[in-house]
């Protein structure tokens, strides 16, 4: 069983940033893929980003450059560093682990 919790979300103008963190409840070293989901009143989740054990990254093709998502095996943590966050970045973002571990999601509200 894998616990997720994330932190970081909140109210930002646009043009803003935040940093997302995931805390596992587990060591991460031997968990492949770490991703950052969110969804949107009314839509579906959609995959933000994605990390895998190497490092290797993708990203969502709304993301075009302005999000970062890294890992620190040493702390269990995954983040997502958003920059220049627009208005239809408002969304509740969750954290998924390889298995199908969910954390409980962060609201991020990004104003105009």
């Known amino acids: 069983q894998v616990q997720l919790v994330e932190s970081g979300g909140g109210l930002v103008q646009a043009g803003g940033s935040l940093r997302l963190s995931c805390a596992a409840s587990?060591?991460?070293?031997?968990?492949?893929?770490m991703e950052w989901h969110r969804q949107a009143p009314g839509k579906q989740r959609e995959l933000v980003a994605r990390?895998?054990?190497?490092?290797?990254?993708f990203y969502g093709g709304f993301v075009k450059g302005r999000f970062t998502i890294s890992r620190d095996n040493a702390k269990n943590t995954v983040y997502l560093q958003m920059n220049s966050l627009k208005p239809e970045d408002t969304a509740v973002y969750y954290c998924?682990?390889?298995?199908?571990?969910w954390g409980q999601g962060t609201q991020v509200t990004v104003s105009s």
């Open positions: 587990v060591s991460i070293f031997g968990i492949n893929l």
């Open positions: 998924r682990s390889s298995g199908g571990y």
């Open positions: 990390i895998n054990n190497a490092g290797a990254t």
